[in-house]
């Protein structure tokens, strides 16, 4: 009898301890397909509201934040599986992502195999990407509107963290076809002023009374609703698209390798 009370009044603590364990060492489910899985349809229900069902960030959060993009393979909690545990089963209060302690801890683990799935940053790529890098700052003058590093001019997005262009087939597609798929918050706004004059440029902000815009020299400009004759935002690239006809298939790859490259290095940072 003394023993059974003991065992029954040490049990609560055996179990901490397991549920300890559970959080903080190694994912018992890393690279198990099954497992991602049953994370992607975790994903689906509790993520996906906010980070995109692709994982790519969605709606924003608090005020002025957005859902961080998990394709790109960089996390701010840290490089390892624990750490994106702890994230998801805590959450970020300040940054509006609530706790999903409430899950448990196996599914926990299954939402982070499926995260790792989602990056796609080291895929096998064809090109040469010294060949693409002069592509990128001499023929197809890119540099034009994409900076990597301190080289170039930041008025697209940035290409060594854009996780919706983080396959090479994406990469491919997104510079011969840049209308298909538009990176949140490069859309075009057209204002047509009461002079006659039509200025475009990228939206840095809009709303139903103004806007702020860059143009393509990189000046700013803001306008006020009742002051034009009209302001739309179009779902519209701002990049040529033409590239398909001006690069050859051979240089398409080169440049793809060459971006793939730079989000490669960008991470390791």
Not at 51 to 63: D, I, K, L, T, Y
Not at 71 to 98: C, N
Request: hydrophobic share 35%; net charge positive.
């Amino acid at each position: 009898m003394k023993l059974t009370r003991h065992l029954q009044s040490a049990l609560p603590l055996i179990l901490l301890a397991g549920a300890m364990h559970a959080q903080t060492g190694p994912n018992p489910f890393a690279g198990s397909p099954p497992a991602a899985e049953a994370g992607r349809k975790l994903f689906g229900i509790s993520c996906a509201p906010c980070h995109g069902r692709s994982g790519e960030g969605g709606r924003s959060q608090a005020e002025g934040t957005r859902p961080p993009d998990l394709t790109r393979g960089v996390f701010q909690a840290g490089k390892r599986d624990e750490d994106l545990y702890g994230v998801i089963s805590k959450g970020i209060p300040a940054g509006g992502m609530p706790s999903f302690e409430q899950l448990g801890s196996a599914d926990i683990w299954r939402l982070v195999t499926f995260i790792r799935t989602l990056s796609r940053s080291n895929a096998a790529v064809s090109g040469d990407a010294a060949a693409g890098e002069t592509l990128f700052w001499g023929k197809g003058n890119c540099g034009q509107c994409h900076a990597i590093g301190s080289r170039g001019t930041s008025l697209g997005p940035d290409l060594a963290h854009a996780g919706r262009r983080s396959t090479p087939e994406r990469v491919k597609h997104a510079i011969v076809a840049p209308e298909d798929e538009i990176t949140p918050g490069y859309e075009m706004v057209t204002v047509v002023l009461r002079n006659g004059k039509t200025v475009t440029g990228l939206a840095r902000y809009f709303d139903d009374f103004s806007t702020r815009i860059i143009d393509a020299s990189g000046d700013e400009h803001t306008y006020l609703r009742d002051e034009v004759v009209s302001m739309r935002r179009e779902l519209r690239s701002t990049m040529p698209g033409n590239y398909g006809k001006i690069f050859s298939d051979a240089d398409l790859d080169n440049l793809v390798a060459y971006i793939m490259k730079v989000r490669r290095e960008a991470m390791m940072q």
